[in-house]
């Protein structure tokens, strides 16, 4: 069975830091585009940032330049290293998993983040 799953949200104050973790199980990590999207309250889900089979990362506007997307290959897994967090920032984190070769995505069941102060 395919796991895709977060951990690492909470409660942060303006300005601060918080890291992200998904880990995809196996079979599909090392086949997939890993990203990492965000589903404010009353808004769609969005990409924040992704990383490609081949290493390549790219991050949507309002977070590039604070966030860095990051794997570990041994580990199945990916990071999302979020700094300098603005209260805008507040919303569920969802990891993803797009298996290119079925263009199947997988989603975990997310982490909240909230910076407030």
């Known amino acids: 069975q395919v796991q895709v799953m977060e951990s690492g949200g909470g409660l942060v104050q303006p300005g601060g830091s918080l890291r992200l973790s998904c880990t995809a199980s196996?079979?599909?990590?090392?086949?997939?585009?890993m990203g990492w999207y965000r589903q404010a309250p009353g808004k769609e889900r969005q990409l924040v940032a992704r990383i490609f089979v081949g290493g390549v990362a790219d991050y949507a506007s309002s977070v590039e330049g604070r966030f860095t997307i990051s794997r570990d290959l041994a580990k199945n897994t990916i990071y999302l290293q979020m700094n300098s967090l603005k209260p805008e920032d507040t919303a569920v984190y969802y990891c993803n998993a797009l298996v290119l070769a079925s263009n199947t995505d997988y989603w975990g069941h997310g982490t909240q983040v909230t910076v407030s102060s």
């Open positions: 196996g079979s599909i990590f090392g086949r997939s585009t």
